[in-house]
């Protein structure tokens, strides 16, 4: 499995970003998939996680109402939509992928990494 992280950027407080996770090897349906996030001088924390048997998706509390994570199985990517961004949320964004279900419960030790893309909210 390879996952290929891209859409980050500088956006303005207030701002949207829309950030993709391409996947190949494996198709969606047997992987869950995770944005994790680490700002500078932070641990890496886990942000929001869709579930590859049904497609259910979890949030931090800190980014609920403002992200939205989605996938299109037809080009096995997972996006994750921001909105309403915030400086604090200024951090290199992962995406990660599991085989086991209940990852979204844990985001413990993932099997697969991607690249990392960063994020920067700054006027």
């Known amino acids: 499995v390879q996952l290929?992280?891209?859409g980050g950027g500088l956006v303005q407080p207030g701002?949207?970003?829309r950030l993709s996770c391409a996947a190949s090897g494996v198709a969606l349906d047997y992987l869950t998939i995770a944005w994790f996030r680490q700002?500078?001088?932070k641990g890496r924390e886990g942000v929001s996680c869709i579930r590859g048997?049904?497609?259910n998706t979890y949030y931090r509390d800190s980014v609920k109402g403002r992200?939205?994570?989605s996938r299109d199985n037809g080009k096995n990517t997972v996006y994750l939509q921001m909105n309403s961004l915030k400086p604090e949320d200024t951090a290199v964004y992962y995406c990660a992928a599991d085989f086991s279900n209940f990852f979204c419960g844990t985001y413990d030790d993932p099997d697969y990494w991607g690249q990392g893309?960063?994020?920067t909210v700054s006027s």
């Open 4 to 6: 290929q992280a891209s």
């Open 15 to 17: 701002g949207s970003l």
């Open 39 to 41: 700002a500078p001088g």
């Open 53 to 55: 048997s049904d497609g």
């Open 67 to 69: 992200f939205t994570i």
């Open 117 to 119: 893309t960063q994020v």
